[in-house]
């Protein structure tokens, strides 16, 4: 049964730290997606990779936040220096784009605690 | 960009009763568009989708219309059960290949 996995799926850390979350999609997507959960903005979209290149990160604060996709099962997502306004949780989706339609598969999401 | 409106926030109805969930897109070349069911705890999935060709979907109690001249959508769920109870999203897909979401509507089924 194909999923997407994310690692961790609960991380508490102190202002200031770095944070890595790691994503690994599903064997065979083409494209996939970070998004931050937050109660007040919903679903929020950070940055996405289609064939493992970056074609939007205008979502990111860039002087804190970084995506990148070394290879195909993974896609990773940093913080640093995390900041208390960064606690969300934070989901990554893959997908087979094929044209102008296609589902997304969440993993299961990264719960961020940043105190 | 993309913007996407969804309302109502929260819904709550009896069990048994009909949910309807409307969302507005301002992108017109926007041509897809599905609806999440985000349940505690887990990530989004896909319940239903409709392309800009077709104006009318339906899956079992699920169904989803779309006006492409007044840029809406809507999801309709009939026959309300308490499993239904969750956040649902509504997304559209335009030519940039980015997922836009709605803000989300809690929707509670009262036994």
């Known amino acids: 049964d194909a999923r997407v996995t994310q690692t961790p799926r609960d991380k508490v850390t102190e202002m200031g730290q770095e944070v890595t979350m790691r994503c690994q999609p599903i064997?065979?997507?083409?494209?996939v997606f970070w998004y931050r959960q937050t109660m007040m903005q919903g679903l929020e979209l950070l940055a996405y990779?289609?064939?493992?290149?970056?074609?939007?990160d205008s979502g990111m604060p860039k002087d804190r936040f970084s995506a990148e996709m070394p290879d195909a099962t993974l896609a990773t997502l940093k913080i640093q220096p995390s900041e208390p306004r960064d606690s969300a949780v934070y989901f990554c989706?893959?997908?087979?784009?094929?044209?102008?339609?296609?589902?997304?598969?969440f993993g299961e999401g990264s719960r961020l605690t940043v105190l | 960009g993309e913007n996407v409106e969804q309302h109502p926030s929260t819904l709550s109805v009896q069990e048994g009763d009909s949910a309807v969930i409307k969302c507005t897109y301002s992108?017109?070349?926007?041509?897809?568009f599905p609806w999440y069911k985000q349940e505690l705890g887990k990530g989004p999935q896909l319940i239903i989708d409709?392309?800009?060709?077709?104006g009318e979907k339906k899956d079992q109690r699920i169904a989803v219309t779309l006006n492409k001249t007044a840029k809406h959508f809507s999801l309709h769920i009939t026959e309300t059960q308490p499993e239904d109870s969750a956040v649902y999203f509504c997304?559209?897909?335009?030519?940039?290949?980015?997922?836009?979401f709605g803000p989300g509507t809690r929707l509670s089924v009262l036994p």
């Open positions: 992108d017109s070349a926007s041509n897809y």
């Open positions: 990779f289609r064939n493992r290149a970056p074609l939007d």
């Open positions: 409709i392309r800009s060709n077709v």
């Open positions: 989706a893959s997908g087979d784009l094929v044209g102008t339609a296609g589902e997304l598969f």
């Open positions: 064997l065979g997507h083409n494209t």
């Open positions: 997304a559209s897909l335009g030519n940039g290949q980015n997922f836009v």
